[in-house]
């Protein structure tokens, strides 16, 4: 009997060609855009969470400043961890984790030319792939960070250095300076885990490395460090130990030991925490695009019924029941359903590829074939096929047969629930669209908006060990080069990261956290900023402890209108620059410390000779005049990097792309919407044909009697069109409100924002009616030029 229907729908589907594939092609867009945004979100969703003891693991940061809250450093120190430990009986293990603030040298010794600049280095205690779940491919997790100076390193560095991943006891060079044995082999770390690493060396090596010593030695917040509770009482704990031990080092009260559990170390890290933000946003549209897939399905599911009437009418004369029928359209619709689902999954497979590239991000091709995302896709499956199949099937199989064979049907039957629908798919597309249109312009906006600084052709290079001994004179030779306006030195690129410094206004005595910037001389004429009040002497730079704020700072210390001279211990206040945006416009402009040095001093700063700017090499700013060769000008700069840094490659990094950069969780948010809007609009698009389809053949009589009568086609295509015209309308009138609330809520997020203005509505409205009229027009043309004579003859 099974058999027979399905027999019975694949004829039925192969009947009408037209029909099916634009009935299977609808829903296998929808369902390939929907396993594309679960994929994503299931992946962003899922780090950290793979470790064994992931729901009780956590790691412990501090803040401090004013009310706890002005710093987060998300790091303890060397002795904090095991200390902690030992004090609270909640803790089952700890972690210590020292990340290089700097690029790693790296040398296969038996090889000189395998030698590369490494990012992914860190020192671990012994207990790293004991205390993770890392896979190691070779070594013995307890033991392979046992000895100082041993390194496991990942497959991919393996093959990168030695062409395989049988390396345990080959030795790599590390800095020029040590060698390192291979005690293991990891599996490259999965896409999912925000713990990145190529190289993991024991700890221990601090006996033989001095720079590591000195960090465990200092017993600053350097190291990040991880716990393994016992129960939910682990973290108030080890909290409490921690606030005591810092007491008794360093007599310190201020500041708060927080949590953060290994499920939220991503965000609370400070990594991606846009990207995590927006996730919320993701199934929201997953849903949508379903749900209009799925409304669009039946549209035209219940469109061809009337085509379908004599059929039912006469199995039901043949003796068949309304059970028999509804199991027979199920069928067909499983059927449709099982084929739109296969075609989603290949073009959701073919797609991947380009969806991960264009959103910059990576999943394991391991992730997708996990068992849990592909029974969260089977679960989809039964879901649409229950949605949609069961509506259909209960309006075809309960036709009478009296009414069918004679042609007459009951025409206000479903219309409102049909014209809901098309109301609600056109919401949703013009919402899509007024969101995409918002969020793009916005993009816009701060990537262009006035932020005081002149950031237009400005390079920074990072330097080197090497390099940063030989600062100065890079300096000036960069900025003599044929194209180059400016040089300028820092101790870090803008937005990539600062310093903080405590200052203490003589009139409260109570030190305040403020971000500080380390610059030299030119860094202010390089990047254009504007004095509010310049300094009385020009050599300012030259004197000790001189620092200049920007406005807000000003305001925050309430200096009033006179700042110069002042002092703020340990600083003397030398100038006001006007506030200028040094972070991302998502933020009002913050109180920010300018340290300026000359180039005198600044070279011996660089080379770590003050303990202020210790941690870091600094970089280099250097202003290329517009039109100059740029290919030419950084081929220049990049010879005399190497004439001074042959160790590190050289790299460079534009100051418009890293302000950029900080938008990227946007960017990918309007690209989603964007892409998906216009899939929105075409899936509504269909939703309409399906029923214009459905009431044109309804109407076809009434449309033949008009025609004998003298209508002429525009007469007959303005007829069927504006009933539908009106739909729209409504649908936009209805988005247009939700939309606007949205995006004035998303846009609250942004201290400097772009406005909702009226033009969003009506160029949204405008793509709404064009599509409209373009899917009404087509069948309304259709209908009006077709022969009144075969359509009255039964009359």
Not at 87 to 113: C, D, H, M, Y
Not at 183 to 188: L, R
Not at 455 to 466: A, C, H, Q, S, Y
Request: glycine content about 6%.
């Amino acid at each position: 009997m099974f058999k027979n229907y399905l027999t019975t729908a694949w004829r039925s589907i192969r009947k009408d060609k037209i029909f099916s594939v634009i009935n299977i092609a609808g829903l296998a867009i929808g369902l390939a855009a929907t396993m594309l945004i679960i994929l994503y979100v299931k992946h962003e969703n899922s780090f950290d969470l793979f470790h064994k003891n992931a729901d009780r693991m956590f790691s412990m940061g501090i803040r401090m400043g004013d009310n706890g809250d002005s710093l987060f450093v998300p790091r303890l120190g060397y002795s904090a961890g095991p200390m902690a430990a030992k004090r609270t009986s909640s803790v089952a293990s700890f972690l210590r984790i020292r990340k290089g603030q700097e690029n790693a040298i790296i040398q296969n010794p038996a090889q000189p030319s395998l030698k590369f600049s490494e990012p992914a280095f860190a020192f671990a205690d012994s207990n790293f792939f004991s205390f993770f779940s890392f896979q190691l491919l070779q070594g013995n997790s307890r033991q392979v960070l046992q000895n100082p100076l041993s390194v496991v390193v990942s497959e991919a560095m393996a093959l990168k250095y030695f062409g395989t991943t049988d390396v345990v006891g080959k030795v790599l060079r590390y800095n020029n300076a040590y060698n390192l044995t291979i005690t293991g082999v990891a599996a490259n770390p999965p896409s999912n885990s925000s713990i990145r690493y190529d190289f993991v060396a024991s700890l221990f090596s601090r006996s033989a490395i001095p720079e590591l010593r000195q960090l465990a030695e200092k017993d600053k917040f350097d190291f990040i460090t991880f716990f393994t509770g016992k129960d939910d009482s682990a973290i108030p704990e080890v909290a409490r130990a921690l606030v005591q031990l810092r007491k008794e080092k360093d007599g310190e009260t201020d500041g708060r030991f927080v949590g953060m559990p290994m499920q939220h170390f991503r965000t609370e890290s400070g990594s991606d925490v846009n990207t995590v933000k927006y996730l919320k946003i993701f199934p929201f549209i997953a849903a949508f695009i379903l749900l209009l897939a799925l409304i669009n399905y039946v549209s035209l599911a219940t469109a061809r019924a009337v085509l379908r009437a004599k059929e039912v009418g006469i199995r039901k004369v043949m003796g068949a029941g309304r059970s028999n029928l509804t199991v027979q359209f199920f069928t067909e619709s499983f059927l449709c359903i099982g084929i739109a689902f296969i075609m989603g999954y290949i073009l959701c497979a073919a797609l991947q590829t380009w969806f991960f590239d264009t959103l910059k991000i990576k999943i394991d091709p391991s992730f997708i074939r996990q068992h849990r995302l592909l029974i969260s896709f089977g679960v989809l499956f039964l879901m649409i096929t229950l949605l949609a199949s069961v509506y259909p099937a209960l309006v075809l199989s309960a036709f009478k047969p009296v009414t069918t064979l004679y042609g007459r049907f009951i025409k206000g039957s479903g219309a409102g629930a049909r014209k809901f629908f098309t109301i609600f798919q056109f919401a949703v597309a013009v919402i899509f669209m007024l969101c995409a249109i918002v969020i793009v312009r916005q993009i816009r906006f701060v990537k262009t908006a006035d932020t005081g600084i002149n950031r237009e052709n400005v390079v920074t290079i990072p330097f080197g060990k090497e390099l940063v001994r030989h600062s100065r004179a890079f300096k000036q030779e960069v900025r003599a080069i044929g194209g180059i306006q400016k040089t300028s030195i820092a101790l870090r690129p803008l937005f990539g990261g600062y310093d903080m410094t405590g200052v203490t206004p003589r009139a409260t005595g109570k030190m305040i956290l403020m971000p500080v910037l380390n610059v030299d001389q030119d860094f202010i004429s390089t990047l254009g900023l504007q004095w509010k009040v310049p300094p009385a002497d020009p050599l300012f730079y030259k004197m000790k402890q001189s620092v200049l704020l920007n406005e807000a700072a000003v305001a925050q210390l309430n200096l009033g209108k006179a700042p110069l001279n002042q002092k703020i211990d340990p600083f003397v206040i030398s100038g006001v620059l006007k506030d200028f945006n040094w972070k991302s416009l998502q933020y009002a402009i913050q109180p920010l410390v300018i340290a300026v040095l000359s180039d005198a001093d600044s070279n011996a700063v660089w080379q770590g000779d003050n303990s202020v700017w210790t941690g870091s090499n600094g970089c280099l700013f250097a202003k290329i005049n517009a039109g100059a060769n740029l290919p030419l000008v950084l081929n220049q700069i990049k010879q005399l990097y190497r004439k001074y840094e042959r160790e590190l490659p050289f790299e460079y990094h534009f100051m418009e792309e890293a302000y950029d950069a900080q938008y990227k969780a946007e960017e990918r948010l309007a690209m989603i919407l964007s892409g998906f809007a216009t899939l929105a609009a075409i899936i509504a698009g269909l939703g309409l044909f399906g029923l214009v389809a459905f009431l044109t053949t309804q109407r076809i009589k009434e449309i033949g009697v008009r025609k004998v009568l003298g209508a002429s086609v525009g007469n007959i295509v303005a007829l069927l069109s504006g009933d539908f015209v009106k739909l729209v309308f409504l649908a936009i009138l209805i988005a247009s409100p939700v939309a606007g609330y949205f995006m004035h809520r998303w846009l609250e997020n942004f201290a400097y924002h772009t406005g909702i203005e009226w033009w969003m509505f009506v160029c949204a409205g405008i793509a709404a009616v064009l599509i409209a009229l373009f899917t009404i027009g087509t069948q309304a043309v259709r209908a009006a030029r077709a022969n009144p004579v075969k359509t009255l003859r039964n009359e």
